[in-house]
């Protein structure tokens, strides 16, 4: 396999990753209650559209078919944010959950053009690099207003009651998705711990 293979195989990956957006971004807005994040996260649902087809165009203009992958990341990063949406919370509290998967998925994507525009630089695939560019650009432009709009829903959060004070009440609660989450959590947690004990410490100065 060529870099060019590779390079055309990340667009495809990127080309699936913007179109999952795309069906993910309206329920995000619909559901997000800050008005300035509402507004945030509409404009990049705008940008989004505008990033597929800036895909099509390279594809086009290297006559490639811009489907062919799946991208399974952007799939996971997504099922974060549906999991966000669904949760018990309201107000502050819910949009800071939202927050959160947000900024996952948008720098899921930083990385993704981030690759792809090394590679057509290394390539000297100038077009392309150029319109690659613009949507790095606007995915990074997107994180940061993403955490700037973040610093008020936060204050807003932490301000808010918790109707959930106990413990054992919040463990009744918990509905079949987020026991499996736990327990795959641990199971994590579990498989790290030999290789955390076989990091050398650190001697102290």
């Not at 613009?134 to 808010?160: C, M, P, R, V, Y």
Request: contains cysteine; proline residues 2%; charged residues 35%.
């Amino acid at each position: 396999m060529s870099l060019k293979e590779v390079w055309i195989d990340e667009m495809r990956d990127l080309y699936s990753a913007e179109n999952q957006q795309l069906k993910s971004l309206p329920k995000t807005v619909k559901q997000v209650s800050d008005e300035k994040m509402k507004a945030l996260l509409t404009e990049h649902l705008e940008q989004t559209k505008t990033q597929v087809n800036r895909l099509k165009q390279i594809f086009e203009q290297l006559g490639e078919k811009a489907t062919g992958k799946h991208c399974s990341g952007m799939e996971g990063c997504i099922k974060e944010v549906t999991e966000a949406l669904e949760e018990d919370e309201e107000g502050a509290l819910k949009d800071a959950g939202i927050v959160g998967a947000s900024l996952r998925t948008e720098h899921y994507e930083i990385a993704g053009y981030s690759a792809a525009l090394a590679m057509a630089k290394t390539l000297k695939e100038a077009d392309s690099a150029k319109l690659l560019t613009e949507s790095l650009n606007e995915e990074q432009a997107a994180a940061k207003g993403i955490l700037t709009g973040a610093t008020a829903i936060l204050k807003d959060a932490d301000a808010q009651e918790s109707e959930e004070d106990d413990e054992d009440e919040e463990d009744e609660e918990k509905n079949p998705e987020e026991k499996k989450s736990e327990h795959e959590s641990e199971e994590d947690e579990a498989t790290a711990a030999p290789v955390l004990k076989s990091v050398p410490k650190k001697k102290s100065t």
